[in-house]
């Protein structure tokens, strides 16, 4: 089992910027993979952007060159740094962990509001 609880939502101007937290815990060990979702009001759920164990990361075309993803050396916390926010950013923001014991399971947390507006 892995606990995620996300930080760092709120109101910013368009063309601000905003750093997201995502901190892991639980069976920190056994995950492979990290990654940041959003879901924008009447849309579904879209990947924003992932991170390996090993470091190698993966953005949505839409944000590539304006967010970056990372996490601290002991693996325990996620982030993601967003620059030159746009309307378009505004959603919900999601972490996940994908972790593998006996099968592949991803956990959510429970999201955190973006919300860019003037």
């Known amino acids: 089992q892995v606990q995620l609880v996300e930080s760092g939502g709120g109101l910013v101007q368009p063309g601000g910027s905003l750093r997201l937290s995502c901190a892991a815990s639980?069976?920190?060990?056994?995950?492979?993979?990290m990654g940041w979702y959003r879901q924008g009001p009447g849309k579904q759920r879209e990947l924003v952007a992932t991170i390996t164990r090993g470091g190698n990361t993966n953005y949505a075309g839409s944000v590539k060159g304006r967010f970056t993803i990372s996490r601290d050396n002991a693996g325990n916390t996620m982030f993601l740094q967003m620059n030159s926010l746009k309307p378009e950013d505004t959603a919900v923001y999601l972490c996940?962990?994908?972790?593998?014991?006996?099968?592949?399971?991803?956990?959510w947390g429970q999201g955190t509001q973006v919300t860019v507006s003037s």
């Open positions: 639980g069976s920190i060990s056994s995950i492979y993979a």
């Open positions: 996940s962990a994908d972790i593998y014991i006996n099968r592949p399971e991803r956990f």
